[in-house]
C-alpha cells in the first residue's frame, strides 16, 4: 500500500512539471493596438486594457505579444500605414479605439478579426451590419454619444443662464460629428441655449478656434464627443477654456480630471477593458460576426468644484447629489 502510495505522488509530482512544460510551450497569441492618438494620453486605457487581459489569463511578455500602433496625430495617413503593418503580421485580432482607427483597420483587411473599443454609431457609420449582428471581422464595444446627447445639454444648461451664448467644438474630419451637431443643436434649443459651431482639423487650431467663440459672445464651451484629437488634448482645451473664464462641459472625465468643470459620458478606460472580453473570446476560436456589439448601460456624471469655484459658478445641490464623483 505504501509503495503504491509512494509511486502515485512521484507520478504526481512528474506530470504536474509536465503539464507545465506543454502549457508553457504553446505559442504566445499576437494582438495588436491601432490607435489614433499618442500612449501618453492613452497610457490608463492601454493599462486597463492589458489588466483585464492578466484577469483572464493572458499575460503581455509571457503567453501574449502585443503590438501597439499608436500614429500620435500622424492622421489618415500614419493610420493607414499602421493598417497595413498591424495586417501584414497576421494576427489573432487588432484592437481599435476610436473611428478613424476602426475605419482604417476595416479598409485595409477583411480577415484580420477587428475589436473596436467605443465607438459612436457603428451601425449608421457603416463598420457593421446591426449590433446584434455585426456581420464582416468586427466586433467590439460601441459609444452611445448621440443618444445621451440631451441629457448632456440638459445637465450643462442646469448650470448656465437661460439664452446663454455657447460655443460647440467640432471636428470637420470628423463624420459622426455632423449628426452629433444636429441633435446637440435641438437639444440646446429645447433647454434655451443658442449655439453655434467652431469647427477645427487639427490642435494648433484649438486656441484659435476658442479665441474666436469668446469674441462672438461665447459664455460657455460644449466639445463634441467622439473625436481623439480632443480626448489628447484635452488639457489644452481646458486651459483655453479656463483662461477665457468658459465653464466647459465634455464627454469623458478625463477632460474634469485636468480641469474642466462638468463631463457626462461612458468610461472610457472601463471600454477598452471590456474589449479585452471580446480579445479573448476571439483568441480561443470565436468569430468577430457570431459576436453581438455590447452598448454601454452605464454613464458617469463628474463635476469638478474646484474649478465651479474658480469661475464663480454655483452647482445646484441637486446635481452634486446625481454626480458620481466630485472633485474638491
Request: charged share 25%; glycine share 8%; aromatic share 6%.
Amino acid at each position: 500500500m505504501r509503495r503504491r502510495r509512494f509511486v502515485a505522488l512521484i507520478g504526481s509530482a512528474l506530470a504536474a512539471p509536465l503539464a507545465w512544460a506543454q502549457s508553457s510551450a504553446e505559442k504566445p497569441k499576437r494582438i495588436g493596438l491601432l490607435v489614433q492618438g499618442s500612449r501618453a494620453s492613452r497610457g490608463h486605457m492601454d493599462q486597463a486594457l492589458v489588466e483585464a487581459l492578466r484577469e483572464q489569463g493572458y499575460v503581455e511578455g509571457r503567453n501574449l505579444v502585443i503590438e501597439r500602433r499608436y500614429a500620435d496625430g500622424g492622421g489618415p495617413v500614419r493610420l493607414r500605414e499602421f493598417a497595413r503593418e498591424l495586417d501584414a503580421l497576421k494576427l489573432d485580432a487588432v484592437v481599435t479605439t476610436c473611428t478613424p482607427s476602426t475605419r482604417s483597420m476595416k479598409e485595409q483587411t477583411a480577415a484580420t478579426p477587428i475589436v473596436m473599443a467605443v465607438v459612436a454609431d457603428p451601425v449608421g457609420q457603416g463598420l457593421i451590419a446591426s449590433f446584434a449582428r455585426p456581420g464582416g471581422n468586427i466586433t467590439g464595444t460601441s459609444s452611445q454619444a448621440e443618444d445621451i446627447l440631451p441629457k448632456m445639454i440638459e445637465y450643462f444648461a442646469s448650470v448656465l443662464p437661460k439664452n446663454a451664448s455657447v460655443a460647440v467644438l467640432a471636428d470637420r474630419r470628423n463624420r459622426v460629428h455632423p449628426r452629433l451637431w444636429e441633435q446637440t443643436l435641438n437639444a440646446g434649443r429645447a433647454s434655451g441655449l443658442a449655439l453655434a459651431r467652431y469647427e477645427i482639423a487639427k490642435s494648433d487650431e484649438i486656441e484659435g478656434a476658442i479665441d474666436k467663440a469668446v469674441g462672438e459672445g461665447a459664455r460657455a464651451l460644449f466639445v463634441l464627443p467622439d473625436h481623439p484629437l480632443f480626448l489628447d488634448h484635452r488639457a489644452r482645451i481646458v486651459a483655453s477654456a479656463n483662461r477665457h473664464r468658459l465653464p466647459g462641459f465634455f464627454w469623458a472625465r478625463e477632460f474634469v480630471e485636468a480641469g474642466g468643470l462638468m463631463s457626462y459620458g461612458e468610461d472610457i478606460a472601463g471600454g477598452w477593458k471590456r474589449s479585452s472580453t471580446y480579445v479573448t473570446r476571439i483568441m480561443r476560436g470565436a468569430r468577430p460576426d457570431q459576436l453581438p456589439v455590447a452598448q454601454p448601460t452605464s454613464f458617469e456624471l463628474v463635476i469638478n468644484a474646484k474649478t465651479a469655484k474658480a469661475l464663480g459658478i454655483a452647482i445646484p445641490q441637486s446635481l452634486l447629489l446625481r454626480a458620481d464623483r466630485v472633485i474638491e
